[in-house]
């Protein structure tokens, strides 16, 4: 089990420190942590994440590897600050900066050759799953941003239907179980059968143990409850306890 905090743009630099060291004073066996703080915090929180065994990841990068890009952070620099990951494709970041497919698995391959591994996200809009086009938006954010040539132990998946983020309202058990079948399906299709699926979307500590009984559901990328030292522990205890009836 794979539990990710997308940190988002939180939170102060003095509460990311209380927050961080509460992180490192826990573990839970057979369950891998991953933090997504802010780019310019990951100096500061790779030193205090040290022997941890928490991993460390961009929110995002450029799809160059160097230049001209003001405001932007290469995958190279990510990797130099002491991530070993990035976070691509967040809905905040296809709706917010327009980013589309291509523009994601662009950056996907510039991170690979920089020696990053990637977690892409994809995701339905309310609009579409009421249309029932869930399944063929997933399935075709899947086609344009996953590059070809990955590789399954470079890339994890998280599927965040747009309208569960941040807003307390999460997908039911069996639309999560279809959609992580149907990806899983695509999967095996490129010969990735084994890569992490995580499902994200207003995932608590009240509904964790729930979520991570569906089949195909290898974890979860939370963004809120990450901002709460004990709510992020509980999640990561809830697949701990899935761990151990495996
Ligand atoms: C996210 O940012 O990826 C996310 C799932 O946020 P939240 O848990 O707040 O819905």
Redesign the pocket.
Known sequence: MIIAA?W?MNPPLAEAGTLVAAYAASSHDGVTRILFPPAPYLVQMAMRLDGSGIHLGGQDCHQATAGAHTGDVAASMLAACGADRVLLG?S?RRQAHGESDALVAEKAATALSGGLSVMI?VGETLEQREAGDAESVVIAQLDGSVPDSIRGEQLML?Y?PVW????GKVAGVEDIAAMHAAIRSWLSGRGLADVPVLY????KPDNADAIFAVENVDGA?????SLKAEDFDAICAAAGRLVATR
């Open positions: 997308n988002k967040h905040e996200c998280a965040e569960a983020i941040g807003t994200g979307g207003s995932v990328l939370v963004g809120g409850a």
